[in-house]
T-cell receptor
């Protein structure tokens, strides 16, 4: 139980285009999901907290107009990287918590490459 | 969240116990110690957590000092598949509590 599915696992896009990443909780409902970014050889950096039915909360230094987060249902949060640039190339990971379980469950991550 | 400090890297021989230390001297009374690990190019995986008492599950054991200022994660019989970055995080158990990752310890299990 407590599975989080993230899609796509890999995506390559052209500079200036937008990319949407989906994060789904498959067997539980998640009112809160989290989005992280990870650059090579670095730790996970929290980008934002996604709240079902309300606006996301962004960490300091993360541009909310560039990284659009939508959490329209209790099982789905999306992160859209708008007007992507090569410096946005990174590993993006989502997580959620099943309130009936211990700990947070993470998706398998999305490798974004902007060319 | 309380800040945690961990060694940057450790090595362990396959089949031996791996003991990974973590300092969390500013941990507050309602914060748990969580351990996660991240195998290369995957999402982190929950391992174990504890508040005061030592804990054991099918993956590992967690030893927390009496003053709660430090802890040790023990993998009793490390395998090559345990090679990963291990993160120690202090956090409350609130459903919307965010997890903030430090740099973790890169554990390499050698044959």
């Amino acid at each position: 139980g407590a599975v989080v599915s993230q899609h796509p696992s890999r995506v390559i896009c052209k500079s200036g285009t937008s990319v949407k990443i989906e994060c789904r909780s498959l067997d539980f409902q998640a009112t809160t999901m989290f989005w992280y970014r990870q650059f090579p050889k670095q730790s996970l950096m929290l980008m934002a907290t996604s709240n079902e039915g309300s606006k996301a909360t962004y960490e300091q230094g993360v541009e909310k107009d560039k990284f659009l987060i939508n959490h329209a249902s209790l099982t789905l949060s999306t992160l859209t990287v708008t007007s992507a640039h090569p410096e946005d190339s990174s590993f993006y990971i989502c997580s959620a918590r099943d309130n009936g379980r211990i700990g947070y469950t993470f998706g398998s991550g999305t490798r974004l490459t902007v060319v | 969240d309380a800040k945690t400090t961990q060694p940057t890297s450790m090595d362990c021989a396959e089949g031996r116990a791996a003991n990974l230390p973590c300092n969390h001297s500013t941990i507050s009374g309602n914060e748990y110690v969580y351990w996660y690990r991240q195998i290369h190019s995957q999402g982190p995986q929950y391992i174990i957590h504890g508040l005061k008492n030592n804990e054991t599950n099918e993956m590992a054991s967690l030893i927390i000092t009496e003053d709660r200022k430090s802890s040790t994660l023990i993998l009793p019989h490390a395998t090559l598949r345990d090679t990963a970055v291990y993160y120690c995080i202090a956090s409350t158990q609130g459903g919307s509590e965010k997890l903030v990752f430090g740099k973790g310890t890169k554990l390499t299990v050698n044959p």
